[in-house]
């Protein structure tokens, strides 16, 4: 399968880190999102997401998936094996798809290369207002998060095997400490960080490692 | 059950669709969004919800569950009975959530209250920027909304049963002509929107049908 994305995009990071944990083998088409425009505007990729965003799955036999969170429980429920990325229990999945909601509603879409070319050309805000801008969301986001993790952390967001949550939240700090956000002040989302990104999988995922990478 | 919610939520809309095509009965707790610096903010609502936003659903047992999406994927796994909100296949339930993330992800988290607060108190900015900073992002979405809807709809967003797309896009068109957008430029989703404006579930859902309605 190809999955189309650029490095720096937490919703592609997010993908492939998906993909790593299933080992699933995939071809990585980038679609630089600056350049030019930005290629999620060409016709020819609008015609596979018509929201001209990033990430987009496309199958061997054609079938196109957008949305990171669509393309990520479809991998989970498509390929079971070697890892599930929800725990079994209705309020146990619930819980998970809580942290993950935190992240992929009111973090991520507030801070991400759209909104803040609109903060810069539309409505004129300084450097340094976009600056806080994406600090303030992502701020008020994990601080929620570090209180919700207090009852369901272990090594991972929830308890000792690596979920969804963990996913999501990787890529969000991997953004975060792009605007210098200081980690101190939530302890347990440093640790669950560390903890993912001293496996394979999150390490092959990270944007640095990506051949589209600058 | 406990619904704690907002008239005008988003939000908290969709789940009140979701617990009416159901049939579970709730009983409905308003939390004043604006009044005297916002109700979600007081340290008793905190603990039930410690992102400071609604909705939060409490099970008679205690059970606590926030963020809209996952409240509602777990109503439809514990109660499997009268409806299903996701279709069986994966691959067409990834497209249902493609179309359910597109709007809670890339449409609702930018025009809602907190993020128009920001606009007009810290970044000082005009009414008629602020909505025209609603309206674009809310035309982005359904812009690509109504495209990706010529292969799925039918009577609703996903052939002619009722699904947990629908319940996302009522609530955000409803958002959107609060903001005048002309839904003309969106056929497929005026009809969607007119359709299950006809089931009791929607109706008694409706913003002003709530007691807290102002």
Known sequence: MRLYGYWRSSATYRVRIALNLKQLHYSYVPVHLVKEGG????????KLNPAEL???LVEEDGNVINQSLAIIEYLDEVYPELVSFLPVSPLAKAKV?????DIACDIQPLANLRVLQYLNTTLQCSDSQQKNWSKHWIETGLKGIEQR????????CFGNEVSLA????VPQVYNALRFSLDLDNYPLIQLIYLNCNQLAAFIAAKPENQPDAE
Chains 1, 2 share one sequence.
Do not use: F
Request: no cysteine; net charge neutral; proline share 4%.
């Open 39 to 46: 290629g999620q505007h060409l016709a020819e990729y609008q």
């Open 54 to 56: 990033v990430p987009t």
């Open 97 to 101: 798809r809580t942290l993950v909601h």
């Open 149 to 156: 993790l207090q009852s369901s952390a272990g090594r991972y």
């Open 166 to 169: 963990d996913i999501y939240l």
